[in-house]
């Protein structure tokens, strides 16, 4: 069962839900651009520190430093 901080994360792409606990997301978060609610995340919770972006935009950072390394 994902919580709720998992459950309403979004591709940036397609605006769907991906359905994916944050241990499956990690696996794939390096190459997906995702929306995150990040005022849900309870710190309570069993989550990988490593798992998590803090910063809704965090996947928008790494994208763009991506790309500008590629020129």
Known sequence: M???FEATRKSVH???YLD???KCYATISDDL???ERTDLY???E???EEDLDH???DSFSRMDNRVD???
């Open 2 to 4: 994902l919580s709720d």
């Open 14 to 16: 397609t605006n769907e």
């Open 20 to 22: 994916m606990c944050n």
């Open 33 to 35: 651009l995702t929306y």
């Open 42 to 44: 309870d710190e309570d």
């Open 46 to 48: 069993d989550y990988e």
């Open 55 to 57: 910063n809704e935009y």
């Open 69 to 71: 390394n590629d020129y």
